[in-house]
């Protein structure tokens, strides 16, 4: 592999290092925002998920910036949203100033979202593809492991009543460093070929270490021009239905497991199962552990098994685990004994190492791939927001429902898996080994 290739995929790869940082990073926090701002279950719900209207917001109009400034550029911009957003929400002075800066780098994990992994998929080979665009993905769980080590560290350090400021600060520092690298990455490739700088495009083809450059920019410049590229062109058109639907169902399914329920609240889902505070941040460590470990995994595996055997495997290990879960609390209700504790660390243990395993490598991979070169910004986007807004109805409802009913929460993740089981071997086609442009063939066939 090119070392070129490699460090470009690295430096655009922090972005999703920062998305899983200010993802996870308030999980640590719940029991602070809640005496400091006064918030009962639903506020604290609002307030957790208030991120994820900026995220939807910032996935709904990624594409725009992309298209516009260049997927370089925006990464750029992002990094410079979640700076402002550590340091305003660790200054925050209020309850609105807290919501208002949590929005801010809400937008910039949507954006990231979107504009990461198709930069990536933009510069690489496609026998490197699927590897390189789950660098995203392993530095997203690096960073909920990063926010989760952050925390538990911050808690034991013992600061009082300040330490959620700490928290949420801490983000600063990496996200100065992703700004400063981005200017070392060149531009991607197909952007530069649809903005009629087919020349730069060939020199940024030649140091990331095309095979054969001018074979590769021809067909870049035939694809978009079989797009009509060079002019304004909506991804909901009914030659694009296909990627549109496949794009949608990844998205929704990704989130109706209730991973994001697990990275928001993890400490607080393990104090329902009777662990004490430090316990709980701890175990949520351990949860971040097994998160890279199986990331790592799939990623060495997903350009040789395929994205399909990757999504049954892990919509299995969903089923059973989430299973497992809902029984524990149907059985222990809120009088949990420690082994029903180590039943629901052990089951939610097997639920990450699925999501890791399974659709977390898979989900931002597959969507940078099936869209056409001409809509890819917009169906990234639109995968993006179907996830985010799942995503933010998963985050808000959590802490409303489980008060009522764990078994009830997780039995229904768990059927909702089930579907996704049935989803991937009925309909879900494989990407692997695939060139963009002979994917966007088979993607708009008629």
């Given at each position: 592999?090119?070392?070129t290739?490699?460090?470009?995929?690295?430096?655009?790869?922090?972005?999703?290092?920062?998305?899983?940082?200010?993802?996870?990073?308030?999980?640590?926090?719940?029991?602070?925002?809640?005496e400091?701002?006064?918030l009962?279950?639903?506020?604290?719900?609002?307030?957790?998920?208030?991120?994820?209207?900026?995220?939807?917001?910032?996935?709904?109009?990624?594409?725009?910036?992309?298209?516009?400034?260049?997927?370089?550029?925006?990464?750029?911009?992002?990094?410079?949203?979640?700076?402002?957003?550590?340091?305003?929400?660790?200054?925050?002075?209020?309850?609105?100033?807290?919501?208002?800066?949590?929005?801010?780098?809400?937008?910039?994990?949507?954006a990231?979202?979107?504009?990461?992994?198709?930069?990536?998929?933009?510069?690489?080979?496609?026998?490197?593809?699927?590897?390189?665009?789950?660098?995203?993905?392993?530095?997203?769980?690096?960073?909920?492991?990063?926010a989760?080590?952050?925390?538990?560290?911050?808690?034991?350090?013992?600061?009082?009543?300040?330490?959620?400021?700490?928290m949420?600060?801490?983000?600063?520092?990496?996200?100065?460093?992703?700004f400063?690298?981005?200017?070392?990455?060149?531009?991607?490739?197909?952007?530069?070929?649809?903005?009629g700088?087919?020349?730069?495009?060939?020199?940024?083809?030649?140091?990331?270490?095309?095979?054969?450059v001018r074979?590769?920019?021809?067909?870049?410049?035939?694809?978009?021009?079989?797009m009509?590229?060079?002019?304004?062109?909506?991804?909901?058109?009914?030659?694009?239905?296909?990627?549109?639907?496949?794009?949608?169902?990844?998205?929704?399914?990704?989130?109706?497991?209730g991973?994001?329920?697990?990275?928001?609240?993890?400490?607080?889902?393990?104090?329902m199962?009777g662990?004490?505070?430090?316990?709980s941040?701890?175990?949520?460590?351990?949860?971040g552990?097994?998160?890279?470990?199986?990331?790592?995994?799939?990623?060495?595996?997903?350009?040789?098994?395929?994205?399909?055997?990757?999504?049954?495997?892990?919509?299995?290990?969903?089923?059973?685990?989430?299973?497992?879960?809902?029984?524990?609390f149907?059985?222990?209700?809120?009088d949990f004994t420690?082994?029903?504790?180590?039943?629901?660390l052990?089951?939610?243990?097997?639920?990450?190492?699925?999501?890791?395993?399974?659709?977390?490598?898979?989900?931002?991979?597959?969507?940078?791939?099936i869209?056409?070169?001409?809509?890819?910004?917009?169906?990234?986007?639109?995968?993006?927001?179907?996830?985010w807004?799942?995503?933010?109805?998963?985050?808000?409802?959590?802490p409303?429902?489980?008060?009522?009913?764990?078994?009830?929460?997780?039995?229904?993740?768990?059927?909702?898996?089930?579907?996704?089981?049935?989803?991937?071997?009925?309909v879900?086609?494989?990407?692997k080994?695939?060139?963009?442009?002979?994917?966007?063939?088979?993607m708009?066939?008629?």
């Amino acid at each position: 592999m090119n070392a070129t290739l490699l460090r470009c995929s690295l430096i655009a790869a922090l972005g999703g290092l920062l998305f899983g940082f200010d993802t996870a990073v308030i999980s640590g926090t719940t029991e602070h925002l809640k005496e400091v701002f006064d918030l009962g279950g639903f506020w604290l719900g609002f307030t957790v998920s208030s991120a994820l209207i900026g995220t939807i917001m910032g996935a709904m109009f990624a594409s725009i910036p992309a298209d516009w400034l260049g997927r370089r550029t925006t990464l750029v911009w992002i990094a410079f949203l979640y700076f402002v957003s550590a340091v305003g929400s660790a200054l925050a002075w209020d309850w609105p100033s807290f919501l208002l800066f949590r929005w801010l780098g809400g937008l910039g994990v949507g954006a990231s979202s979107v504009v990461a992994p198709m930069y990536i998929a933009e510069i690489s080979p496609p026998q490197f593809r699927g590897r390189l665009v789950a660098i995203t993905q392993f530095n997203i769980v690096f960073g909920i492991l990063a926010a989760y080590m952050s925390n538990y560290g911050v808690a034991l350090a013992d600061l009082g009543q300040d330490e959620w400021r700490v928290m949420f600060g801490i983000e600063a520092l990496p996200a100065a460093v992703f700004f400063a690298l981005m200017f070392l990455n060149p531009r991607s490739p197909r952007w530069l070929v649809a903005r009629g700088r087919s020349a730069e495009a060939a020199a940024v083809l030649e140091k990331v270490g095309a095979a054969d450059v001018r074979k590769e920019l021809r067909e870049i410049e035939e694809s978009l021009a079989a797009m009509g590229a060079r002019a304004v062109e909506s991804v909901f058109q009914r030659k694009y239905r296909r990627p549109v639907l496949l794009a949608v169902a990844i998205s929704t399914f990704n989130q109706l497991s209730g991973i994001n329920a697990l990275m928001y609240y993890a400490p607080h889902i393990f104090r329902m199962a009777g662990a004490e505070t430090d316990a709980s941040l701890a175990q949520a460590v351990v949860v971040g552990c097994t998160n890279l470990v199986f990331t790592m995994t799939a990623m060495l595996v997903i350009d040789k098994i395929g994205r399909r055997k990757i999504m049954v495997v892990g919509s299995i290990g969903y089923i059973v685990s989430l299973a497992a879960t809902a029984a524990a609390f149907y059985t222990y209700g809120t009088d949990f004994t420690p082994f029903g504790g180590a039943v629901v660390l052990t089951s939610l243990m097997v639920f990450i190492a699925s999501h890791a395993f399974g659709q977390g490598s898979v989900i931002w991979v597959y969507l940078s791939e099936i869209f056409p070169n001409a809509v890819r910004a917009q169906g990234q986007a639109l995968g993006s927001f179907t996830h985010w807004v799942f995503a933010a109805l998963i985050s808000w409802t959590f802490p409303m429902i489980a008060e009522v009913s764990g078994g009830h929460t997780f039995a229904f993740y768990s059927s909702m898996m089930v579907l996704q089981l049935v989803w991937v071997l009925k309909v879900m086609p494989e990407t692997k080994g695939v060139p963009l442009e002979e994917l966007q063939k088979r993607m708009t066939a008629d």
